[in-house]
């Protein structure tokens, strides 16, 4: 069965040209864009998305850096697609936790400048598909 997931490339990943390497390790994986674009997040925007993370010590500076600079949101489909573009990403922290081969593994050090972010439940994808992609048809 198809599912949806939301992809930001974060500022740094746009700052540092890798729009393009993760896009294409989501086509070549054979995941679909559905929609994409390039823009720059707000601060409504951001603290809707980031609202899990509110009273965490990181908060502030990982609001400050989302809307640092121009994102890349992006809809993407496919079978379990949620897991499959989690795979592709690596595990948040990109020493630690993300494998070599993966995005955060191959081009990250650092927990905030981890390049890139997937929905991580299915809940979680359809609460953020609503907020980036309010008139995205299902
Ligand atoms: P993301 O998948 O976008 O979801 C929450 C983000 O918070 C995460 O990626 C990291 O960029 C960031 N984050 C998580 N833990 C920390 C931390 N300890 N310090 C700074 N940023 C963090």
Redesign the pocket.
């Known amino acids: 069965m198809s599912e949806r997931t939301l992809v930001?490339i974060?500022p740094d990943g746009v700052e540092r040209g890798l729009v393009g390497e993760v896009i294409g390790r989501i086509e070549r994986k054979g995941l679909k864009l559905v929609a994409m674009d390039l823009r720059q997040v707000d601060q409504k925007l951001a603290e809707q998305h980031?609202a899990e993370?509110d009273g965490?010590?990181?908060f502030g500076?990982?609001l400050e850096?989302?809307t640092s600079g121009p994102v890349v949101a992006a809809v993407v489909e496919g079978p379990r697609a949620i897991s499959a573009f989690r795979q592709i990403?690596g595990g948040?922290?990109p020493v630690d936790k993300a494998a070599p081969g993966s995005v955060r593994g191959d081009y990250a050090l650092?927990?905030?400048?981890?390049l890139?972010?997937?929905s991580?439940s299915p809940e979680s994808a359809e609460r953020e598909l609503k907020l980036w992609f309010p008139d995205l048809k299902a």
């Open positions: 930001l974060k980031y993370h965490k010590p990181f500076s990982l850096f989302i990403a948040t922290d650092e927990v905030q400048y981890n890139v972010h997937g991580d």
